[in-house]
Protein backbone atom coordinates (compact mmCIF):
# COMPACT_ATOMS: atom_id res chain seq x y z
CA UNK A 1 0.00 0.00 0.00
CA UNK A 2 2.83 2.26 0.97
CA UNK A 3 4.17 1.68 -2.51
CA UNK A 4 1.24 1.85 -4.08
CA UNK A 5 1.06 5.61 -2.73
CA UNK A 6 4.19 6.58 -3.26
CA UNK A 7 4.07 5.62 -7.18
CA UNK A 8 0.94 8.24 -7.07
CA UNK A 9 3.26 10.76 -5.90
CA UNK A 10 1.66 11.49 -2.71
CA UNK A 11 4.51 12.54 -0.06
CA UNK A 12 6.06 10.88 2.83
CA UNK A 13 3.82 12.89 5.37
CA UNK A 14 0.65 12.13 3.05
CA UNK A 15 1.28 8.07 2.81
CA UNK A 16 2.04 8.27 6.58
CA UNK A 17 -0.56 9.71 7.40
CA UNK A 18 -2.84 7.86 5.52
CA UNK A 19 -1.67 4.30 6.39
CA UNK A 20 -1.27 5.46 10.02
CA UNK A 21 2.84 4.50 10.43
CA UNK A 22 5.94 7.03 11.04
CA UNK A 23 7.70 8.87 8.82
CA UNK A 24 10.71 6.93 9.06
CA UNK A 25 8.80 3.58 8.30
CA UNK A 26 7.09 5.11 5.07
CA UNK A 27 10.86 6.04 3.99
CA UNK A 28 12.08 2.61 5.02
CA UNK A 29 9.75 0.71 2.79
CA UNK A 30 9.97 3.24 -0.39
CA UNK A 31 13.82 2.98 -0.27
CA UNK A 32 13.93 -0.80 0.14
CA UNK A 33 11.21 -0.75 -2.96
CA UNK A 34 10.21 -4.06 -1.55
CA UNK A 35 7.39 -5.91 -3.61
CA UNK A 36 4.28 -7.60 -1.95
CA UNK A 37 5.27 -11.18 -1.10
CA UNK A 38 3.65 -14.03 -2.78
CA UNK A 39 2.35 -16.96 -1.08
CA UNK A 40 3.08 -20.19 -2.27
CA UNK A 41 1.02 -23.59 -1.21
CA UNK A 42 1.74 -24.41 2.42
CA UNK A 43 4.03 -28.15 2.94
CA UNK A 44 2.83 -30.79 4.59
CA UNK A 45 3.53 -30.68 8.25
CA UNK A 46 3.52 -33.47 10.57
CA UNK A 47 0.59 -35.59 10.80
CA UNK A 48 -2.36 -34.94 14.00
CA UNK A 49 -2.59 -36.81 16.59
CA UNK A 50 -6.41 -36.96 15.97
CA UNK A 51 -6.38 -37.91 12.30
CA UNK A 52 -6.40 -42.06 13.39
CA UNK A 53 -9.61 -41.26 15.76
CA UNK A 54 -11.32 -38.82 13.77
CA UNK A 55 -13.91 -41.07 11.70
CA UNK A 56 -14.83 -42.71 14.70
CA UNK A 57 -15.26 -38.82 16.69
CA UNK A 58 -17.22 -37.76 13.76
CA UNK A 59 -19.75 -40.85 14.75
CA UNK A 60 -19.94 -40.20 18.05
CA UNK A 61 -20.56 -36.61 17.64
CA UNK A 62 -23.41 -37.36 15.02
CA UNK A 63 -25.24 -40.12 17.03
CA UNK A 64 -24.75 -37.97 20.19
CA UNK A 65 -24.65 -34.22 19.52
CA UNK A 66 -24.35 -33.42 23.21
CA UNK A 67 -21.33 -35.00 24.16
CA UNK A 68 -19.17 -32.52 25.92
CA UNK A 69 -15.03 -32.71 24.43
CA UNK A 70 -13.90 -33.53 27.69
CA UNK A 71 -15.84 -36.78 27.61
CA UNK A 72 -14.49 -37.60 24.45
CA UNK A 73 -11.32 -36.41 24.91
CA UNK A 74 -11.32 -39.09 27.93
CA UNK A 75 -13.33 -41.89 26.05
CA UNK A 76 -9.86 -41.24 23.12
CA UNK A 77 -7.58 -41.31 25.95
CA UNK A 78 -8.80 -44.80 26.96
CA UNK A 79 -8.12 -45.61 23.49
CA UNK A 80 -4.47 -44.63 23.17
CA UNK A 81 -4.54 -40.63 22.65
CA UNK A 82 -2.18 -38.80 23.90
CA UNK A 83 -2.97 -34.91 22.31
CA UNK A 84 -4.33 -32.40 23.48
CA UNK A 85 -7.92 -31.51 24.88
CA UNK A 86 -7.58 -28.60 22.68
CA UNK A 87 -7.71 -30.59 19.69
CA UNK A 88 -10.64 -32.51 20.23
Known amino acids: ?28 YIERGLEPPTYGPRQAGHPSKLAPYLTDLRERVTAFPDLSAVRLTRELRER ?8 V
Open 80 to 87: GYTGAYTA
Open 1 to 28: MILDLHRQSLSVTAIARRTGRDPKTVRK
